[in-house]
């Protein structure tokens, strides 16, 4: 079956990293990604991976691949007040049906 | 180039109506998938458009329905609205190509029936 999972609240401060976890069951999957909702607003793509993949850094985000324990972490560097948000990981098992999990609110304090 | 665009960006309906969304992809992006977003079941998928057929349809009764037209654009149709098809509703497109096939939403209708 297809379940995503992730932590529900992180609080962190300014300036430290910011660590998201999210754990997938759909060993079929291809693409995996992390999307930012902000209050109000649709879902921005942060960044994504390939199911061959291990690792993807892009300026401040990082994302590790575990697929033994199909493990999807999001570090953010640097997190700004910015950052402040509902972060999604999804996985897309190629129908282009993506599987979400419920959201890691990330609150960062000044 | 723009991004995918939705309208309208709200919506008030009473239970027993019936209610049309439009989403435009970005520009060269053929698939246009739609997604139901509510606190109480998170993200949950209803269905993909690609090249006017639909490829995929996820677990929502019939009375939700859509299509697509020549140039991409999409439209999802909701008939004898109820209370918990209040929800943001949106859409994603892409490229659907083997070597690039990431989804890129729009805003989101957010639709209230009261």
């Known amino acids: 079956g297809e379940d995503v999972e992730q932590s529900l609240f992180l609080s962190v401060r300014e300036g430290d990293s910011s660590v998201i976890n999210c754990t997938y069951t759909d060993s079929s999957s291809t693409y995996l990604y992390w999307y930012k909702q902000e209050p109000g607003a649709g879902l921005q793509l942060l960044t994504y991976i390939f199911s061959n993949m291990d690792m993807k850094q892009d300026q401040r985000l990082t994302v590790l691949l575990n697929k033994k324990d199909k493990h999807l972490s999001l570090r953010i560097a640097d997190t700004q007040t910015g950052d402040s948000a509902i972060y999604f990981c999804?996985?897309?098992?190629?129908?282009?049906?993506?599987?979400f999990g419920s959201g890691t609110r990330l609150q960062v304090q000044p | 180039k723009a991004g995918v665009t939705q309208t309208p960006r709200y919506l008030i309906k009473t239970r027993g109506q019936q209610v049309t969304l439009s989403c435009s992809p970005i520009s060269g992006h053929r698939s246009v998938s739609w997604y139901q977003q509510t606190p109480g079941q998170g993200l949950q998928f209803l269905f993909e458009?690609?090249?006017?057929?639909?490829?995929n349809k996820g677990n929502f009764p019939g009375r939700f329905s859509g299509r697509q037209f020549s140039n991409s654009r999409s439209e999802m149709n909701v008939s004898t609205l109820e209370l918990g098809d209040s929800a943001l509703y949106l859409c994603a497109s892409s490229l659907r190509q083997a070597s690039e096939d990431t989804q890129y939403f729009g805003p989101g209708t957010r639709l209230t029936v009261l």
């Open positions: 999804a996985e897309d098992t190629g129908r282009r049906a993506l599987t």
């Open positions: 458009y690609f090249s006017e057929t639909q490829r």
